[in-house]
RNA sequence: GGACAGGUGGCCGAGUGGUUAAAGGCAGCAGACUGUAAAUCUGCCCGGUUUUCCGUACGCUGGUUCGAAUCCAGCCCUGUCCA
């Protein structure tokens, strides 16, 4: 144990895409021993850093900036993994004096990195890729044949859960649900969590949502889908299905005019705040302090009570 | 001025006499959520406190019919074409 930092403390920012809340931990960790830690599964990518909203050169100069770009978008990212990087990140910090801060709004990655995870071993690619290219209708048949309980505990058409179930039978032999009985990895209990969720007002969140997009435009997000267009990288890789890559992409072939290209990435980072909207509010520990707040520059100060 | 085409629920868009509060999509709202989670999925979605209930509704007005979004007439509006 650290005798600089007895109590293992770790700040947490977290809530939906455009609360603010990078510009929240920024202000925050200027005023004191802190880093910051990226908790958002697609600012992990080295290929997105305008899309995904990553902190600017500038700011990730002002202060320590871990877990930002660090991946190449060839290598899909898990909770899994991100919560391993992010446990080193903070013990690294811890034993070094510091304060990390992780902000973020994936909710799962952040759950992963407090509670643990099944530890499932690794899925090969062969048959996670074989398995991923089934039509719904087959990869559900499979699964009620290979595990019919956990088949009929999900909904025929959630691909996304029911490919996940059959990879793990189908490479380990063994149910997902049995897995899911133990977690590890957890730091939940050896740190001093001070958590923090920003659920501010919507009509506010939605205005800044789209300002946000159109600003990336503004800004180099075409040219950054074109190059990341140019890799040829599979279609389902998470950096190919980030907020805006699918709209841009229209755009470039021709499909969408700009204007729509714009309207419907507006749309998309709306309706993705909604979900980590609802994600936080409902799945988040209750204990967890919410901030109803339209988070500006004059109140950021009131916050600081965070790292107390 | 004339000829066609068309006006459907917040938007797009099916429906051409009853089984239609009106397919489907979008947007919106609510929710789920353990390894690609910026993913994936579920419910609601005209109004009325639940309902096999009531009201209102397919440009407007009137008509035909047991019954009309669907047929007829007139009017208004939109698009394309001819003048």
Not at 91 to 108: E, M
């Amino acid at each position: 144990m650290d005798i600089s930092n007895p109590q293992n403390k770790v700040a947490l920012i977290a809530g939906p895409t455009a609360s603010g809340k990078t510009a929240l931990a920024l202000h925050l960790a200027k005023s004191g021993n802190f880093i910051i830690i990226n908790a958002d599964s697609a600012q992990v990518y080295s290929d997105l850093p305008i899309l995904s909203a990553q902190p600017t050169a500038e700011e990730q100069r002002s202060v320590p900036h871990h877990l930002f770009g660090y991946l190449d978008g060839v290598t899909p990212c898990s909770a899994a993994r991100w919560a391993a990087d992010a446990r080193g990140v903070i013990a690294h910090a811890h034993a070094t004096g510091k304060t990390p801060i992780l902000v973020g709004g994936s909710g799962l990655y952040i759950r992963t990195l407090l509670d643990g995870i099944a530890p499932i071993p690794e899925v090969t690619l062969e048959l996670r890729t074989e398995i991923r290219a089934m039509p719904v209708e087959q990869a559900y048949a499979a699964l009620q044949h290979y595990d019919a309980p956990v088949a009929a505990s999900l909904a025929p058409t959630d691909i996304s859960r029911i490919t996940r179930a059959l990879e793990v039978v189908q490479s380990t032999g063994r149910s997902i649900s049995e897995w899911r009985k133990s977690k590890t990895g957890g730091i939940g209990d050896s740190i001093t969590l001070r958590p923090l969720l920003l659920l501010p007002p919507r009509d506010w969140l939605y205005k800044r949502c789209d300002n946000r997009f159109e600003m990336m435009m503004e800004r180099g997000a075409v040219a950054e889908v074109e190059a990341l267009l140019l890799r040829n990288l599979p279609q389902d890789a998470p950096v190919m299905r980030a907020i805006g890559v699918p709209e841009i992409s229209a755009y470039l072939n021709g499909t969408l005019h700009r204007d729509e290209a714009i309207a419907r990435g507006q749309i998309a980072t709306r309706q993705y705040a909604k979900r980590q909207f609802t994600w936080f509010r409902n799945q988040a520990p209750i204990a967890w302090p919410r901030i109803e707040l339209e988070i500006n520059d004059s109140n950021s100060d009131n916050f600081e009570t965070i790292f107390q």
